[in-house]
């Protein structure tokens, strides 16, 4: 079953930020992740959620995702990410 990461972010320092732009596709690559939206800014149609951007990563299962959020190349990225943004993230199953 597959499984998503969903990201919503808040930019405080885009030059900074660039870096793991760059990098952070080809560790998601490497877990046979692939972007089902990247970065875009949302409408909101209910409730009170106001995100700025969002992002949608899809792996082919919850256990290639963790491996993902696991990986020792991605720690420094992941790193980076709260150092230069506000972010929000949460692993959902898809469904069948």
Known sequence: MNAYLI????????????????????????HSGRYVVR???PTVIEGDWTPERVVVIEFPSR???NCFLQDPEAQPLFSLRHQTTTSKLVLVDGCL
């Open 7 to 30: 990201l919503d972010l808040t930019i405080h320092d885009f030059d900074r930020f660039r870096e793991y732009i760059l990098k952070i596709p080809a560790v998601i690559e490497k």
């Open 39 to 41: 970065g875009e800014q």
């Open 63 to 65: 256990e290639q995702a």
